[in-house]
């Protein structure tokens, strides 16, 4: 069997299965003042073709100043949920540029950068 046609049948089955993953649409990128509470919606949705939970997390130095709710949340195949990323510089922060990364956790997680 040629190899080539094997390479690109397995390149094509790869993007198949990832195209049904979970999706989601919106930013957490924020303007953030300190001491200023921001709010962003993130819309997650479930391609894959069975139920699943999903749990976000977050992860970075400025980890700890998001948070997402809900904390975990379960989508039938083809569901959609909003799910609301609050975020807030501390008081007296340095200016600056910085950044976390958001992850919703499921069979094939999906990450999300926020730069604040």
């Known amino acids: 069997m040629n190899l080539k046609i094997v390479l690109i049948g397995l390149v094509l089955l790869t993007v198949a299965y990832n195209a049904r993953a979970i999706t989601i649409d919106g930013s957490c990128d924020t303007q953030s003042v300190q001491c200023d509470l921001q709010i962003n919606d993130i819309e997650v949705c479930n391609n894959e073709g069975f139920t699943q939970t999903i749990v976000p ?26 799910a609301e990323v609050y975020s807030i510089a501390p008081c007296y922060q340095e200016p600056g540029n910085y950044n976390a990364l958001i992850t919703f956790n499921g069979t094939n997680p999906v990450s999300l950068a926020s730069e604040m």
């Open 57 to 82: 997390s977050v992860s970075g130095e400025q980890g700890e100043w998001i948070r997402v709710l809900p904390e975990s949340f379960t989508l039938e195949s083809n569901e959609c949920q909003t």
